[in-house]
């Protein structure tokens, strides 16, 4: 009978300890997201607003879950800032020429792939720094944060410039984490 309660009184800690994570995840990403919202209406216009609920959402969950996930994250948002704040001028560099943006030419969408891939990719050199056995847990957080702290950038873009923006970032991310972990496989002894 013991053994019961001792169980249901576990039960109970762990969901008050889960749900104080998710409260302080909560709490953390709406001072975040509120930072990056008035930085982005500065930067590129009210239309960024929209998106940020998306990072609220990806960093109350990366807040909730913590540890690999959570360290992965952040190197990802340090990265995802600068992109989220690259002036949209970078990305569509026939528009600065003057052609007609009605016509559909000027659409980067390999640009904004190629600089998502760039930054995605510069997220390796801080992966290879973290723990072996947090590396997976840390290139999917590093992919969550770069794509949710750049995501406002969005705003601004054409969806063919946005999509390549935000897959070729999570792409270069995984691709990093990758050869991250293929070069630790590489140097466990056999």
Do not use: N
Request: aromatic share 4%; charged share 15%.
């Amino acid at each position: 009978m013991e053994s019961i309660v001792v169980s249901d009184v576990a039960r109970r800690a762990r969901r008050a300890y889960e749900a104080a994570r998710l409260r302080r995840g909560l709490f953390r990403a709406v001072v975040l997201g509120s930072l990056l919202g008035l930085v982005a209406v500065a930067t590129i216009g009210r239309a960024a607003l929209v998106w940020i609920p998306v990072f609220v959402v990806a960093w109350t969950f990366l807040e909730w879950r913590g540890g690999g996930l959570l360290r992965g994250g952040r190197i990802g948002a340090l990265l995802g800032v600068p992109l989220a704040l690259t002036p949209a001028s970078m990305f569509m560099t026939c528009c600065r020429a003057g052609c007609a943006m009605g016509l559909g030419e000027c659409s980067m969408s390999r640009a904004c792939a190629i600089v998502g891939t760039v930054m995605g990719l510069a997220v390796a050199g801080l992966l290879a720094r973290l723990p072996s056995k947090d590396r997976l847990h840390a290139t999917l957080g590093a992919a969550l944060g770069i794509v949710a702290t750049s995501v406002p950038r969005c705003a601004s873009l054409m969806l063919g410039e946005a999509a390549g923006l935000l897959l070729g970032a999570l792409a270069g991310t995984i691709a990093a984490g990758l050869v991250c972990a293929v070069v630790d496989r590489a140097r466990q002894p056999t």
